[in-house]
């Protein structure tokens, strides 16, 4: 029974509607599936979602269909004489159309036609993928052979071209991953009669994202290969700098400053290509995961989608790969050089510090030295001046006396001598605890 007294999460119920949002088409062959992704010109990491809605919204305004909710990122519906399917993704927007029979010609590009010219010139962004999808039956495996053999060679580039039998042998599918002379990838299904409706609209969804996340992960491509050609030149810079510093020449200060500068320019190109090669990544997984899910079986020798992608996809995405691992690995080599110079300059300014330290002790034994002999002077000279204020005073006394004053001051200077040097030392005690205390 519901728990009613149970607050509810914030997000639960968008969260489980989120798992059922991008339901499969259901087709019924034959048919046409025509495929755009429009994709802002700059690499931006996240679109003006509401200049996408508004752009959906002025496509179904001109066939009279209501709107989707303020905010969607999917809609599914009737569009005329088609069916829409669109999606919002994190970089990009993507409007599939579905429509009943095939195109004269094979692949004209006719479907494409319900997409307004006025309609695609305003949209925010450019073209980063069309593809059409022509959908047939095909009664048995030599029905698809006939289709294959006579219309194969004009359709598609014989060298580019995969086929394969997926899901079970239910359907055959082709496609060379080629721009025709419309700019469109195609490819070509062709399904058993008894094939189940949503079973066909996965087929095609399938194709569709394959051919979507494998562009989408292509973009990489030239960010990788800018990225090793500035790697290999610091590659060369830190190896010099690092031979610099096992033969101890030059000045560490400079020679780490130029180490900091180097770390900070990788770190920029780490940064500034992060979300294009985690994308890559993520991107070319689910390339992988959508090939899988097809369950490809060879067709007389041909070669298969996941073969055509190993040969001609999977060197890009490992170039990406070693891209990203090299520059990851020259950021760790810098910043241990760095840490190691740094090091170095640490225990120098110790070493100097030490002297500074030791020079200063002998300067000050010099000076405790230097005061004692002027503290011996004072009291030479204090005890002068004293003895000669105490001859003033003892004059009178020595002439009553019938005593020469020179005897009195002469026993006088001891005794005075004497006094004067405990009064220096007590003063120099006392300023010395005082010393101390503070």
Known sequence: MPLHTLADHPQRYALSNELHARPFPELAAPCTAAFLAIKTPLDAAERDRSADYAHLLALLDRHGVAHPPPGASHYAGPLGRAFLKWEMHTEFVTYSIYVDGLEKGGFSGASFDLFPRDWLAAAPGALLSSALVRIETAADMAAREVVLNAHGPHWFVA??????????????????????????????????????????????????????????????????????????ALDRNLTGIVQAMSASNGDDSATLDQLLAMSAEIETLLSSSAFRFGAAGAYAAIVNQRIGALREARLKGRQTFTEFMMRRYDPA????ESALSRLQDLSGRAERAANLLRTRVDVAAERHNTAVLQSMDRRADLQLRLQETVEGLSVVAISYYAVSLLGYILAPIAKLAHIDKLWLQAGATPLMLLTVWYFVRAIRSNAAKRNTHD
Do not use: W
């Open 317 to 320: 995405m490992r170039t990406c």
């Open 159 to 232: 060298e580019s071209l995969a086929v394969a039998n997926v899901l079970d042998g239910e359907a055959t599918i082709a496609g060379d991953f080629r721009l025709d002379a419309h700019g469109h990838i195609r490819f070509l299904v062709l399904a058993d009669p008894s094939i189940g409706q949503r079973r066909l609209g996965r087929i095609a969804q399938r194709l569709l994202e394959v051919e979507l996340y494998k562009t989408a992960s292509l973009l990489t491509l030239p960010v990788a290969r800018n990225v090793a050609t500035r790697v290999a």
